[in-house]
């Protein structure tokens, strides 16, 4: 599978962005998806996931003003991003996990391909 990120860009604090990624390969529907973040000098951090019945999991820090989907038939997922704050400024990254599982994974380790990243810098 391979993966690439798009919609990254400069937006001011309160506004929105939405975030794609476009997932290359018959098995997507299977799999599940995340978005994660990694802003200057820190760890990358787990964002939001969504399994391929589309129940989802959101990290605290965006829960209520993020918004994952996917689209099976286009070989998409999105991150909807409202409300933004200027710490939620990092590169983002969509990642997928080919494991099944009881629920959408937040572990980093647990997903298999990663797409390149987009930036996204919120201005205060």
């Known amino acids: 599978v391979q993966l690439q990120a798009s919609g990254g860009g400069l937006v001011q604090a309160g506004g929105s962005l939405r975030l794609s990624c476009a997932a290359s390969?018959?098995?997507?529907?299977?799999?599940?998806m995340g978005w994660f973040r990694q802003a200057p000098g820190k760890e990358r951090e787990f964002v939001a996931a969504?399994?391929?019945?589309?129940?989802?999991h959101y990290a605290d820090s965006v829960k209520g003003r993020f918004t994952i989907s996917r689209d099976n038939a286009r070989n998409m997922v999105y991150l909807q991003m409202n409300s933004l704050k200027p710490e939620d400024t990092a590169v983002y990254y969509c990642?997928?996990?080919?494991?099944?599982?009881?629920?959408?994974?937040?572990?980093?380790?647990?997903?298999?391909?990663w797409g390149q990243g987009t930036e996204v810098t919120v201005s205060s």
């Open positions: 390969g018959r098995t997507f529907s299977s799999y599940a």
């Open positions: 969504i399994r391929r019945s589309g129940s989802t």
């Open positions: 990642a997928a996990d080919r494991t099944y599982r009881l629920g959408p994974s937040w572990i980093l380790q647990d997903y298999d391909y």
